[in-house]
């Protein structure tokens, strides 16, 4: 079965400075992976995917994420945050082509950025 | 463009009592999934509509039932509300192809006493 791991729960950054959020997951062959970002009382939005090609993909907000298959990670990444990067996180997997009724979410990792 | 709309927003019911949480997208998409989220446990997939007529049971589908009244509506119903549903309620919606994301609304809190 699939499977996300999120290690981090909780991570401060100081704004200004870089990001990296990991995600690990468990999964047979290469599947569909994708990065949301959650601000408090509001819905999930995506922030980049990943289904085959390059392996460094670039998303919104000035996020990017990179596809290690020999790691099984695709962690996100942000050069300078911003005091708006403040939310949570959630990687996703999901087999292709099987649409999203088997996308498995990591359990998040909250981010907070000091001034 | 109102994207995915759910109502209530919040909600409290006594333990035994039922309700149905709304969902409606307006931006024609075949798919729809009703997920939960609890501290620490990511969301996890309740049922899902693959297509106007058609339900199928996601990963904790027990205690709960689900309507696609339409393409635009798909509601969740708790027949008899227990505490261990107290949760936070999201429906999504997604269009065809791989490449289709899914767009969430804003969730519905819901506390069971």
């Known amino acids: 079965a699939q499977s996300v791991t999120q290690p981090d729960i909780h991570i401060t950054v100081s704004e200004g400075a870089s990001l990296e959020l990991r995600c690990n997951y468990s999964?047979?062959?290469?599947?569909?992976l994708f990065w949301y970002v959650q601000s408090p009382g509001q819905g999930l939005q995506l922030l980049l995917k990943?289904?085959?090609?390059?392996?460094l993909v670039q998303g919104i907000k000035g996020f990017e994420a990179e596809f290690k298959r020999s790691q099984s990670s695709f962690n996100l990444r942000k050069p300078s945050v911003h005091w708006s990067d403040a939310a949570e996180y959630f990687c996703?997997?999901?087999?292709?082509?099987?649409?999203?009724?088997?996308?498995?979410f990591g359990k998040g990792t909250m981010l907070l950025v000091s001034p | 463009n109102a994207g995915v709309t759910q109502t209530p927003k919040f909600q409290v019911l006594k333990t035994g009592q039922s309700m149905t949480l709304q969902c409606a997208q307006d931006?024609?998409?075949?798919?729809m999934y009703w997920y939960r989220q609890d501290p620490g446990m990511g969301l996890r997939l309740i049922y899902y509509?693959?297509?106007?007529?058609?339900?199928d049971k996601g990963e904790v589908p027990n205690g709960y039932n689900v309507s696609r009244l339409n393409k635009r509506e798909f509601s969740l119903r708790l027949e008899s509300a227990a505490p261990s549903q107290t949760s936070v309620y999201f429906c999504?919606?997604?269009?065809?192809?791989?490449?289709?994301?899914?767009?969430f609304g804003n969730g519905t809190r819901l506390t069971v006493t």
């Open positions: 509509s693959a297509s106007e007529g058609t339900t």
């Open positions: 999504a919606s997604r269009g065809t192809g791989p490449n289709s994301p899914l767009h």
């Open positions: 990943y289904f085959s090609g390059d392996t």
């Open positions: 999964y047979g062959a290469t599947p569909y």
């Open positions: 996703a997997v999901g087999p292709q082509n099987s649409g999203y009724s088997t996308l498995t």
């Open positions: 931006m024609n998409h075949n798919s």
